[in-house]
């Protein structure tokens, strides 16, 4: 059945999932937050963040949010740190909005350190949250190369529902019902990336990359684990799918940021470049407030936060005290 849906940010991943559900024949609106980069886009049906992409004119460009708020499915596509304060705004202008917001941004909200299917459900308390997640990249799916993502919802029949919005010929959607590890395992693996990225920059070896992935996904699990996610998450597409697509690709932001900064490159201000930056400050303070050990995620802290040079903190981790791998 045909869907309105309204998709909240314009950017590149955006963009993809909007071209992918008009070409299966859905009714699709882009929001961009900024009225004359929407302009633009209008005039010239390109997305600067995709080359040589062309939107199809029957795709709907708007910088007035209420104009989204009547379709079937908000998918949530903007930067993770602004979902709070944009799921506000929605609720301010329609406090009984009850349509379900597909979450397909990865991020931890690192001023109240919260999950965002947890904002969701507090700032639209009518509306069931879905996770959309996994190793996808937007200009792959632009370029109808073959794509698997995990959706995660609480009802497996809405969880199935948003599935045939996106499935087609190139894109394979996988179910779960474990919302909290579908999202840490998209959030976390942007630390890991980061971390992946100093050890590239640094010229460390693949081996050290490896291993960095691999005690990284125990982290990841661990801290899921600690917040109420499944074991099992961690080993599908949204865990070690999405771990290893990020933290070996120089198409990541967050692995091309740790390079640079592996490479001693002078940066100005790390969280303009990587939403890995947020989501490590706030999984510190959590895993802090938990009691949960996180080496990786520590020192990727305290390198961007200027406490430890890299090779500082390179030489911390391989001084801690030897034990047990599992």
Known sequence: MKKKIGIIGAGAWGTAIGILAHKNGHNVSLW??????AL?????????YLLNVKINDSIIITDKLNDILDSDILIYAAPAQEFNSLTM???ESNSAFNNP???????IDNKINKLLDS???????????????????????VKELPTALTIAAHDLKLANMVGNIFANEYFRPYFSTDLIGVQ?????????AIASGIAIGNNLGDGAVASIITRGLSEMTKFGIELGAKHETFNGLSGIGDLVLTATNRKSRNTKLGILIGSSKSIADYSLLSEGVHTTNAVIHI?????????????VYQI??????????ISSLLKRPLRDEL
């Open 32 to 37: 961009h937050y900024d009225y004359q980069k």
């Open 119 to 141: 904002i969701c459900k507090h700032n639209l308390p009518n509306s069931n949250p879905v996770i959309l997640s996994g190793p996808g990249f937007a200009e792959d799916i």
């Open 101 to 107: 917001v597909i979450i397909a941004s990865k991020g």
């Open 287 to 299: 895993s802090k407030s938990l009691n949960i050990g996180m080496p990786i995620t520590e020192a």
């Open 40 to 48: 633009l886009m209008k005039e010239t049906r390109d997305c600067p």
């Open 184 to 192: 840490i395992g998209g959030a976390l693996k942007n630390i890991i």
């Open 89 to 91: 705004k929605i609720s």
């Open 304 to 313: 961007i936060n200027n406490k430890y040079t890299a090779k500082e903190a």
